[in-house]
């Protein structure tokens, strides 16, 4: 469970979008338009295959032969690249089926709370939105039976337990 939670912060912080993003902005200064999509399909390649430092340092190398004076975007995506080179083991988390966007979680957002909560005409406390919303995740995650059986414990242990532990309450 530990495990999944450190997983989840490191995926959700080194995003495979947002390393597009930077590969594409290095890509089209050290490339021309016909080259672009070749370059960026070979980068994004060998970074799924855990090599995002190999790739830092060949972009840098690249601007420093070509002498580039305007290489902001190829440092910015190079210092990216080295400074999550240790949660960019897309290798591994694809071995183990985990997702490396967040489209997953933006789907679920989507499925959770938008479906819900984005009715035409819908008004919402925020006290009542959490209370459906709480509900709707329990639901969906299949939990529901096990949620209602802790739900009427602690029922009975607030409402009525109490008032019937001793004798005397039932005598009269």
Not at 22 to 27: D, M, S
């Amino acid at each position: 469970m530990f495990e999944d939670k450190v997983f989840f912060q490191k995926t959700l912080s080194s995003n495979i979008i947002h390393v597009l993003e930077y590969l594409w902005k290095a890509g089209k200064i050290l490339n021309d338009e016909k080259k672009l999509n070749l370059w960026v399909s070979n980068k994004l390649s060998q970074i799924l295959n855990g090599k995002s430092s190999f790739v830092a340092s060949g972009i840098r190398r690249s601007a420093t032969c070509r002498q580039l004076k305007n290489r902001e975007a190829i440092d910015s995506c190079a210092t990216y690249l080295l400074n999550h080179s240790k949660y960019l083991n897309y290798n591994e988390y694809l071995e183990k089926g985990y997702p490396i966007g967040t489209g997953v979680i933006e789907g679920a957002c989507r499925y959770l709370i938008k479906d819900r909560m984005d009715i035409t005409g819908a008004r919402w406390s925020l006290k009542g939105a959490e209370a459906v919303l709480k509900l709707r995740a329990i639901k969906i995650s299949g939990d529901f039976s096990v949620y209602w059986k802790f739900y009427e414990q602690q029922q009975y242990i607030k409402n009525h337990k109490i008032l019937y532990q001793t004798s005397s309450v039932l005598e009269n």
